[in-house]
C-alpha cells in the first residue's frame, strides 16, 4: 500500500519499501490526514497520538548516525555526575553526545545539485529577509522567550569552524542595498567520519543538554566558572555575571552574547548557587564537589523542564502541544500520579523522563544539522530594547511600566552590551524583555543590523570583519547539504510543494520568490520556505519546523541516561529531585530570585508571554486535577 502510495512521492520508495506491513499502514495514515491538512484540528488525544506516529516512523526509518563511536564501556556507578565535556552519558560508549562528536541527521544530505550560490545568498538576503518594517509576534512571545532559546542553543550545539576563510561579495544589481559589498568568515570544518555511508561531517563543540550554556563544555570552562567553596558558581554581588581583566563574561559560553541572554546566565548561576545551599543544609556532610555535582544535575533538569513544558507551550499554543510536552514529561497518568508513584509504566503513560533505559532508536544520539538549520531565529531579534521605568508604580491595570528609552540592539551586543547591562542591573532589564514582543519568524523581518555584525569568537573576542548574517545563513546551509525546502519536507514524509501559491496565499511573497528563485520550486533555500509557510493558528514557528522540534524534543530526554535511568533520588538526592518536581516554569525560578517581581510587573500566566498580556485560558489539565494558582483559568 505504501509502495502504491509512494507514487505520488517518488523520493519516498525507498522508505516505503523498507517498512513493514503495519508501518506500511501507519505511513498511509499520517499521508491521508496531512493530505487534509488538518492534524491540527484533531480532538487532543488523537493529535497527540498522531504526532506520537509521526516520530515512530521518523525515528525508524529516516534517523541517521554520522561518524564513528568507539565502544569504550565505563562504570555508570562511577559516573554518576554530568562531566564537563559531556562524556559517560550513554551507557554503551562514553563518548555518545560528548564534546567533539558528530552531528547527525534527520535525513540524508542534499540531493540536489545546485551550485553554493545559486541563487546567490546576498540576494536572497536582500530580496527576501532583509526588514522592512519591525513585526511583532502579536503578544505570544517576549524577549525573555527570545533569548531563551538563543540560551538553549548555546547550550546545545555550535559548529565547529575551520581556519580557512571564504570571502563573498554581493553581485552588482543588489550592491547598492547590501550594508556590506563583501564579507569574509571561516568555513564550516568538514572531517572524515571513517564511516563509508557518509564520509564526511561537522562536529559540534557543545554537549548534551547538561547546562554547559553556564557550566563550560571541558574541563577549562568549567574550571574557569567555579569559586570551589560549597559547589557554587562566580556571580557578582549584583547578581550578574562577573567579568574577567577584558570585560568578557565568566560564563560556560560567551560566543556572540548579548545582555539579554547574559541575564539569563546570571539568573541560572543564582539558581545554581541556590541547590547548593539547599543542598548543604540538607547534607551537611557534602564536599565542595559533591555539592556542585548535584547542583549541576537539578539545575540542568530545571532548564530541560521549564523549555518543555513551559517555553515549548508558549511557542506553539495549541491544546494538543501543552498535552504533548507535558506527556514527555509526565505521561498520560499526569503530574500528581507521577509525583506519587514515580515512573511506573512506559513511556506514554509515565512520560520520558524517569525511564528506565535512555532509547536512542538504534542510532547513537547526537544532534542534527536539520536540527541546527530550524533553530535559524534570527528574526525573533528585534532593532531596539525598549527600558521600562521600574522605578514608577505601574500605572495601568496591565501592569506595563513605561518606557525610559530605546536601545539600539548593536549597544547590547558583546563587551559594550555587558557594560550596559551593569548599568541597567538585573530587574530593570528583565522587566522590559518581559514587556517587549520579539519578532515574528515571517520573511522581511530579519535584522538589518545584523547584516553588518561583528561577531564574537568562542574566546568572546571581537572578530576583525563584519559579517552579513543573513546572507552567511542561507550560505551555511548550503555548505552543510541540508536539503532545500521541498526535499526537506519530503523526507519529512510532508507533502512537497508544486507551485508557489502552495507554500503561501500573499501574492507580493509569490512574487518575490518567482523573482529570485524563477519557477524551480525545488531550488527554494529551507530558510526561506520556513519563513514564508502559513502558519498553524497558535504557532510561532512553521509547521515544517515543528516537525523537526517535535524528534529531537524527544531524543534529547529519552537518550540521556540522567534524565532516565538516572533521574532518581539517588543521583539527584531527594530534595535534589524535589527541588526539579517543583519548579514547573521560568515565573517559578524568577520568584525564587526576586520575589515580588512578576507580582508587581506580570499580568499572564507564562514569563515567556509578553508580560501585559491575558492569562493563557487553554489548560490541559481537567479543572478537578489543576492546582489552586491555575484554577480560574
Ligand atoms: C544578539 C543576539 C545574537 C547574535 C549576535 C547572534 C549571532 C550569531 C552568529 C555570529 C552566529 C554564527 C554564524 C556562522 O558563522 O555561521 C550565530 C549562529 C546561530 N545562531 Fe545566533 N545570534 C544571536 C541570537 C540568536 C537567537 C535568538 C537564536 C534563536 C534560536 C540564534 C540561533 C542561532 C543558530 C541556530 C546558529 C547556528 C549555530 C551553528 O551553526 O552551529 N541566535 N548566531
Not at 529516516?62 to 559516573?79: A, M, Q, R, S, T
Not at 507551550?313 to 514527555?328: C, F, K, P, S
Amino acid at each position: 500500500m505504501a509502495f502504491i502510495f509512494s507514487f505520488v512521492h517518488p523520493q519516498l520508495r525507498p522508505i516505503a519499501a523498507k517498512m513493514s506491513f503495519f508501518d506500511a499502514i501507519l505511513f498511509c495514515v499520517v499521508h491521508l490526514v496531512d493530505k487534509w491538512g488538518m492534524w491540527h484540528r484533531l480532538p487532543v488525544i488523537l493529535g497527540v497520538a498522531y504526532l506520537g506516529l509521526r516520530r515512530h516512523l521518523h525515528q525508524r526509518y529516516n534517523l541517521l548516525h554520522v561518524g564513528g563511536i568507539n565502544g569504550f564501556k565505563y562504570d555508570p556507578e562511577k559516573y554518576w555526575y554530568r562531566t564537563a565535556d559531556g562524556k559517560c552519558n550513554h551507557p554503551s560508549d562514553d563518548r555518545i553526545g560528548s564534546q567533539g562528536t558528530f552531528f547527525g541527521r534527520n535525513m540524508p544530505p542534499a540531493s540536489t545539485n545546485y551550485e553554493l550560490l545559486d541563487p546567490h545568498p546576498s540576494v536572497v538576503a536582500a530580496k527576501l529577509l532583509t526588514r522592512k518594517k519591525f513585526i511583532d509576534n502579536g503578544k505570544q512571545f517576549n524577549l525573555i522567550a527570545c533569548s531563551w532559546i538563543q540560551f538553549m542553543i548555546h547550550d546545545w550545539i555550535d559548529h565547529m569552524e575551520d581556519t580557512q576563510q571564504v570571502e563573498i561579495g554581493a553581485p552588482d544589481v543588489i550592491a547598492s542595498v547590501c550594508p556590506l559589498k563583501s564579507f569574509k568568515f571561516h568555513k564550516s570544518k568538514e572531517f572524515f567520519t571513517g564511516d563509508p555511508n557518509m564520509n564526511k561531517g561537522f562536529l559540534n563543540t557543545r554537549t548534551p543538554w547538561d547546562g554547559s550554556v553556564i557550566y563550560g563544555n571541558n574541563d577549562a570552562g568549567m574550571i574557569r566558572v567555579r569559586t570551589f567553596k560549597d559547589g557554587k558558581l562566580r556571580l557578582s554581588e549584583d547578581g550578574l555575571l562577573q567579568h574577567d581583566e577584558k570585560g568578557i563574561p565568566v560564563s560556560g559560553d560567551v560566543r556572540n552574547c548579548w545582555s539579554g541572554f547574559s541575564l539569563l546566565q546570571a539568573l541560572f548561576v543564582k539558581e545554581h548557587n541556590a541547590v547548593c545551599d539547599m543542598l548543604k543544609v540538607h547534607y551537611p556532610d557534602f564536599d565542595d564537589e559533591r555539592l556542585y555535582r548535584h547542583a549541576r544535575l537539578v539545575t540542568s533538569a530545571v532548564m530541560a523542564k521549564i523549555h518543555t513544558i513551559d517555553w515549548t507551550v508558549e511557542l506553539l499554543r495549541t491544546d494538543t502541544l501543552v498535552a504533548g510536552m507535558r506527556i514527555n514529561w509526565y505521561g498520560f497518568l499526569g503530574k500528581r500520579i507521577k509525583d506519587l508513584f514515580g515512573h511506573v509504566c512506559g513511556p506514554i503513560f509515565s512520560g520520558l523522563v524517569g525511564l528506565r533505559k535512555p532509547r536512542d532508536h538504534g542510532v547513537p544520539y547526537s544532534l542534527t544539522e536539520e536540527f541546527v538549520s530550524v533553530y535559524r531565529m534570527h528574526s525573533l531579534l528585534p532593532d531596539t530594547l525598549l527600558l521600562r521605568d521600574t522605578n514608577s508604580s505601574p500605572t495601568s491595570d496591565d501592569k506595563c511600566p513605561p518606557i525610559l528609552e530605546e536601545i539600539p540592539m548593536k549597544e547590547l551586543i558583546g563587551l559594550q552590551g555587558e557594560t550596559r547591562l551593569s548599568n541597567i542591573g538585573m530587574e530593570q532589564m528583565m522587566v522590559s524583555m518581559g514587556h517587549q514582543a520579539c519578532g515574528a519568524l515571517t520573511l522581511w523581518n530579519y535584522p538589518s543590523w545584523m547584516r553588518n555584525l561583528i561577531a564574537h569568537d568562542i574566546n568572546g573576542e571581537e572578530r576583525p570583519d563584519p559579517i552579513d548574517m543573513a546572507a552567511l545563513e542561507i550560505y551555511r546551509d548550503r555548505e552543510r547539504r541540508v536539503a532545500r525546502y521541498n526535499e526537506f519536507r519530503r523526507n519529512l514524509l510532508m507533502i512537497p510543494i508544486r507551485k508557489w501559491e502552495d507554500l503561501t496565499d500573499d501574492k507580493e511573497v509569490v512574487e518575490a520568490l518567482r523573482e529570485v528563485y524563477g519557477n524551480d520550486v525545488e531550488k527554494l533555500d529551507l530558510l526561506v520556505g520556513l519563513h514564508a509557510e502559513k502558519m498553524i493558528k497558535g504557532f510561532a514557528i512553521s509547521e515544517t519546523a515543528f516537525f523537526i522540534f517535535l524528534l529531537i524534543a524527544s531524543r534529547r530526554l529519552e537518550a540521556d541516561r540522567f534524565f532516565t535511568t538516572n533521574f532518581n533520588p539517588k543521583t539527584y538526592t531527594d530534595k535534589g529531585l524535589e527541588w526539579v518536581n517543583k519548579t514547573e516554569s521560568l515565573k517559578d525560578v524568577i520568584d525564587r530570585h526576586y520575589p515580588g517581581m512578576t507580582k508587581k510587573w506580570m499580568q499572564c500566566s507564562s514569563a515567556f508571554s509578553v508580560w501585559n498580556s491575558m492569562p493563557n485560558p487553554r489548560h490541559y489539565i481537567p479543572l478537578y486535577l489543576r492546582p489552586a494558582s491555575l484554577k480560574r483559568y
